[in-house]
């Protein structure tokens, strides 16, 4: 059974910085796209930024690009999303998925 464990976000003021990680079991990473989305009360939820495991070519919303970074370590078959230069508008649940599973979704509240 593939499971994804998410942990890290919270609450942090603007400007600063927060790691999620997407941890996967029951299946390979070798192979396979890892995403972040994000949902916003009242807005729907929106793809952050995703990475190929094999190649490590990643894409961003132009929302965050130059903001936050994706990467992966294959040996833990774990995603990573940084997240530096938070602004309010990032406030928001993320979640983490592969294939079509998904993360339990973590809180991360921007705010001063």
């Known amino acids: 059974q593939v499971q994804l464990v998410q942990s890290g976000g919270g609450l942090v003021q603007p400007g600063g910085s927060l790691r999620l990680s997407c941890s996967v079991s029951g299946s390979t990473f070798s192979s396979g796209v890892m995403s972040w989305y994000r949902q916003a009360p009242g807005k729907e939820r929106e793809l952050v930024a995703s990475?190929?495991?094999?190649?490590?070519?990643?894409n961003y919303a132009d929302s965050v690009k130059g903001r936050f970074t994706i990467s992966k370590d294959n040996a833990k078959k774990t995603g990573y999303l940084e997240m530096n230069s938070l602004k309010l508008e990032d406030t928001a649940v993320y979640y983490c998925s592969w294939w079509h599973f998904w993360g339990q979704g973590t809180q991360v509240t921007v705010s001063s």
């Open positions: 990475i190929t495991t094999a190649s490590g070519n990643a």
